[in-house]
């Protein structure tokens, strides 16, 4: 009875390995567009739930995060690309 029971609990599944089974299926099943939809769709109902005052608040605490994670150059070069970036954008360019 002892051997059974070990074999059953061998054969069962995490929950992470069924939810990585589970996104493969679904990942060879769909393409890009579908990612997209249900983001945009997500996003929307997210958006009705929320208020501005929540998306502050996670603004601020992934920049917080994000600023103990990274030190004064990343910023630096973060900054400067994004500067090359809208400078290539310009319709007036000098």
Same mark, same amino acid.
Do not use: L
């Given at each position: 009875?002892?051997?059974?029971?070990?074999?059953e609990q061998e054969k069962k599944m995490t929950l992470e390995e069924a939810g &990585? %089974? @589970? +996104?493969? #299926? =679904?990942s060879k099943k769909h393409d890009k567009q579908f990612?997209?939809?249900?983001g945009r769709k997500g996003g929307k109902a997210t958006a009705q739930k929320h208020s501005s005052e929540?998306?502050?608040?996670?603004? &601020? %605490? @992934? +920049?917080? #995060? =994000?600023?103990e994670k990274y030190d004064k150059q990343f910023y630096e070069k973060i900054g400067r690309k994004g500067g090359e970036?809208?400078?290539?954008?310009?319709?007036n360019k000098v």
């Open positions: 009875m002892t051997n059974q029971r070990s074999t &990585r %089974k @589970g +996104g493969q #299926a =679904t990612y997209e939809q249900i929540f998306y502050r608040e996670i603004g &601020r %605490k @992934g +920049g917080k #995060a =994000t600023s970036v809208r400078a290539g954008n310009r319709t």
